[in-house]
């Protein structure tokens, strides 16, 4: 794999009007379109529910769609078993042989397969080297912890060169410190090997450090497909906006000319009409001192200040409501609570979404 340098096959996916339902009432995918493309980054975000998993399992033939086609690097695999699928999958838990070496571990589905004794090392020291296992090889996985053994088991996944690798929340049980470590690692292998991954995650601070592009999904609906930017500077409605962190959103409750009345004042805004809604990213915020006039200025004062050395969060209390404010920390002064303020904001920053 890794040392010559060469790079595996990797597969684009293409599902169409997948449904899935268990039961009379849970509808766990209500066709979904998308296609994933080959050597692509591909994160499915969602809460608890959404129907990741239920997608994940239909790429890998655990489970069947009730309806729709899937297609993995041009063949038609709707009705394919798992393993004619080239097709592979890291689960949250490792599912890995206890009492076997992670050498034993890793060269266990090359021998299922039927590769021989000397290409299954070669291909075992190849992926250990990728990802650096060192002298882990030859512990046992109950004297690895949780961090290791989930690199095991990235590691048993990719020693069979499947074209697709699909992981399940693969970093969810590690700490915060050894998660974004493993992010980086997982990162690099992918970009190394030039695979097709398609990872989901609950979190979409991971979905944005990772991806190329992510896909939203609620109530086994895709809600967004685009690049971490576009999803997060752009959502298309409020639920992806609060999944992705937003708070700032406010009800367009009227427009006249180029203005819209929101609950945090008059607004100059290009789009958007009512029963839209307006969304003012923290980041974009200017915080001036005093009640200053003009357009698409903001009058309010400071409630709180939460202070995070290379910036500070700012809650405002504008009229009835509250808007967040980033500021970055140059060393100047930060503004603190009780202050009075006026937030400025350009047009070309604010962006209207659906309900
Ligand atoms: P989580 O992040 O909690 O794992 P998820 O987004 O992966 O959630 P799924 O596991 O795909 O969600 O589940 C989608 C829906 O289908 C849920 O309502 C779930 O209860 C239901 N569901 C999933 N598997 C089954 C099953 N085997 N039997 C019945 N209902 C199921």
Redesign the pocket.
């Known amino acids: 794999v890794g040392e010559r340098g060469e790079r595996l096959a990797a597969s684009s996916i293409e599902m169409k009007g997948l449904h899935k339902r268990?039961?009379n009432d849970?509808v766990?995918l209500n066709g979904v379109d998308l296609t994933i493309r080959a050597g692509e980054f591909f994160t499915l975000l969602?809460p608890?529910?959404?129907?990741?998993?239920?997608?994940l399992r239909i790429l890998a033939g655990l489970e069947e769609a009730d309806d729709g086609t899937l297609i993995i690097g041009g063949k038609d695999v709707t009705e394919e078993p798992p393993h004619r699928r080239s097709v592979n999958t890291v689960f949250q838990s490792y599912a890995l042989f206890p009492h076997l070496s992670v050498r034993e571990n890793l060269a266990f589905g090359l021998k299922m397969r039927g590769v021989g004794a000397q290409e299954r090392e070669a291909k075992v020291a190849e992926v250990a080297n990728l990802i650096q296992l060192g002298e882990l090889v030859d512990r046992r996985i109950d004297q690895l912890s949780g961090g290791q053994r989930q690199r095991i088991a990235l590691a048993r996944a990719l020693v069979c060169e499947p074209d697709v690798l699909l992981l399940d929340e693969p970093l969810s049980a590690l700490d915060a410190g050894l998660r974004s470590q493993l992010q980086v690692e997982l990162l690099r292998v992918q970009k190394r090997l030039g695979m097709t991954f398609v990872f989901?995650t609950?979190d979409q601070q991971e979905a944005m450090v990772m991806s190329d592009r992510i896909a939203v999904?609620n109530d086994?609906n895709i809600q967004q497909i685009g690049s971490p930017r576009e999803i997060y500077e752009t959502p298309i409605n409020v639920f992806v906006a609060r999944f992705m962190g937003h708070d700032n959103l406010y009800a367009i409750t009227e427009r006249e000319g180029c203005r819209v009345t929101t609950p945090v004042g008059t607004l100059e805004l290009e789009g958007g009409s009512e029963g839209e809604f307006v969304l003012i990213r923290p980041e974009t915020l200017d915080l001036k001192l005093g009640h200053v006039a003009g357009t698409n200025h903001l009058p309010g004062r400071i409630t709180e200040r939460l202070y995070r050395g290379s910036h500070a969060e700012y809650r405002i209390a504008i009229g009835a409501t509250s808007l967040q404010a980033t500021v970055n920390n140059r060393g100047h002064h930060l503004p603190d609570v009780g202050d009075e303020v006026t937030l400025v904001v350009s047009s070309e920053d604010l962006v209207t979404l659906s309900e």
């Open positions: 268990f039961g849970a766990a969602g608890s529910g959404c129907g990741k998993t239920t997608l989901v609950h999904l086994g």
